[in-house]
């Protein structure tokens, strides 16, 4: 797939501290991106320099093979931003609002385009109402409606549904999903189970500088410490040796009710339930329980997150 | 574009009781004003003697005077409406739709001082009444009074200018309004200063720098070129600075 964006050794300095520190990654054309770290990490930052609101101290962003630069006008109306705070103009009604920002981006008809987003984002019932007297809910669609009315190629999304009630974040990361289908999104969280729902790449930022970057398997392979598989039989038996099947190792074992449980990491990330089924059975054991683990993105992000500390 | 933004910053004033608070308020006072200079100048003409009463003119006593406290209510009112331009934006983190788009900061600096100047044009507007009564008591000078208008307008001009570059400087309205009220002032102290001066030279330079005696100039009708470069000079300087003042904490 072609890069859309490609940030290289970017760094931003704010007096007295590194915000963002030598970030390079890339985002593929049509994917979703997810850009996750936790609270300070640099994601808002990060993306704040990507839409040419803020420069970087050093390293160079090039988005459709142009160069970001707030004079760069060619890239203004391809990038749509929905910010942590939404640009909204409170005592403005929604339509007029989205009417705006679509005449302020040159929008060859703004008002069908207007109408078309006002419908997608379910946002018919206030249309006429003042933003101000609209629910919290209600505020972020708007304000991903404005990001998205002049039909921008390019999506960055910071954190867009932070605290929506279930709902909402439902319906609006279905429509993201949807939006993916026309355009690319960078979409940062810090709320691990929406990334894994949505994401097909994901980048994770903390402290400033980028600790992976790659799609999902990619990062669950890079940061396993093994393909672990657990074996349970009855508690009262004990594991058989297992090294006819190849070298192993116990990683953990603990007692579950009526159950023994057994954490084996093998060789080669050798996955062998077939024969370890087999040879269990064969032994004249109990076998309750035999499944591969693989680590859940949450362990990955502690783990990642922890090591530095 | 610029057209487009001047719209939104107007209906943003409409669509608020500010801008009705503000125009009922500066008719008030304007009114009574305006009514006092009248009361005043027939109860000097009536209260000496005939021969003498020739000497007071009708034009300096109530036109005159009744622009240059037009102009002084400014220092209240223009700041009450520019404070709020910028401040808003940025305590609200608006201003990033407006970087976001291709509109320019000068295109978005204009049209907030141009929808300014028309909320200060409809509040003026509620003054056509004074030279309609002037005009029917047959003092028919109508370039005095277009002229009077051009100054209290110029004024405005400057004053709106250097508001928006205080309104650009902080987040806080009440910090902007302030701000410009202290400018306001500093203008004119400027040209009293010079009236203070005994050099002759510095007298003259704190003259040209200071807003009052090209204000007195163009109010008398004596509309001069050093006086329209003096305030074009003036409002683009303040717009430039509103302009730096934007692109440096964006760039």
């Known amino acids: ?104 981006h040159k929008v060859a008809h703004p008002k069908d385009q207007v109408e078309k987003v006002i419908s997608e984002l379910s946002l018919i019932d206030v249309r006429k ?74 980048t994770i930022i903390h402290q400033g500088k980028i600790r992976a970057s790659g799609n999902l398997p990619e990062i669950h392979r890079k940061f396993r410490q093994g393909l672990v598989l657990k074996v349970g039989i009855r508690h009262d038996e004990a594991l058989p040796d297992l090294s006819e099947l190849g070298k192993y190792e116990i990683t953990h074992e603990h007692t579950l009710g009526l159950e023994k449980q057994y954490d084996l990491v093998f060789e080669n990330d050798l996955d062998c339930r077939a024969d370890l089924g087999k040879l269990i059975i064969g032994r004249g054991l109990h076998l309750m329980t035999l499944n591969v683990e693989s680590p859940e993105l949450e362990d990955i992000f502690l783990h990642m997150t922890e090591l530095r500390k | 574009m610029i057209y487009t933004l001047w719209k939104k910053e107007t209906e943003s004033y409409f669509s608020s009781p500010l801008a009705y608070v503000l125009i009922g308020l ?57 404070m709020k331009l910028f401040s808003e934006e940025k305590r609200l983190e608006t201003l990033d739709l407006i970087w976001l788009s291709p509109v320019g900061e ?28 002037i005009w029917g008591a047959g003092i028919q000078d109508f370039s005095l009074l277009s002229s009077a208008y051009l100054a209290v307008l110029l004024n405005a001009g400057c004053y709106i ?24 002032m500093f203008l004119w102290m400027l040209t009293w200063g010079g009236h203070l001066n005994s050099n002759y030279l510095v007298a003259q330079i704190f003259s040209y720098i200071g807003i009052t005696s090209h204000f007195e100039r163009i109010l008398r009708g004596l509309v001069g070129t050093q006086d329209l470069v003096y305030y074009a000079s003036f409002m683009f300087l303040f717009l430039f600075l509103t302009v730096k003042s934007l692109g440096r904490r964006n760039w």
């Open chain 1, 1 to 104: 797939m072609d890069k859309i964006l490609e940030v290289d050794g970017v760094s931003r300095e704010f007096p007295g501290r590194m915000a963002v520190s030598n970030v390079s990654f890339n985002v593929l054309k049509g994917s979703i991106h997810g850009f996750l770290g936790p609270n300070g990490a640099g994601k808002s930052t990060t993306m704040r320099m990507i839409a040419g609101l803020l420069p970087a101290s050093s390293g160079t962003m090039t988005l459709f093979g142009e160069k970001i630069h707030p004079d760069n006008l060619n890239l203004k109306n391809k990038i749509g931003l929905l910010p942590e705070n939404a640009p909204l103009y409170l005592d403005m009604p929604v339509e007029k609002y989205l009417t705006l920002v679509a005449k302020l």
């Open chain 1, 129 to 202: 109402r003042l933003i101000g007297n609209l629910s919290k809910g209600y505020k972020q669609r708007v304000g991903l409606a404005q990001a998205i009315v002049y039909d921008a190629p390019f999506l960055i999304l910071d954190e867009p549904t932070n605290g929506l009630d279930p709902q909402t974040v439902v319906e609006l990361r279905e429509y993201i999903k949807k939006l993916s289908e026309t355009k690319t999104i960078l979409f940062s969280t810090h709320i691990l189970p929406e990334v894994e729902h949505i994401c097909d790449q994901i």
């Open chain 2, 26 to 82: 500066f008719s008030l006072i304007s009114g009574t004003l305006f009514f006092n200079l009248l009361v005043s100048y027939t109860d000097n003409i009536q209260a000496i003697p005939q021969h003498m009463a020739q000497g007071i003119s009708f034009i300096d006593e109530v036109v005159l005077r009744l622009f240059a406290n037009i102009n002084f209510l400014f220092l209240f009112f223009v700041p009450l409406i520019t």
């Open chain 2, 106 to 133: 000068w295109q978005l600096v204009l049209a907030k001082a141009l929808a300014a100047l028309t909320l200060i044009g409809a509040m003026l507007s509620m003054t056509i009444i004074f030279p309609l009564i």
């Open chain 2, 161 to 184: 200018a250097l508001g928006l570059f205080c309104s650009s400087l902080s987040g806080n309205q009440i910090i902007a309004g302030l701000l410009s009220i202290l400018g306001i």
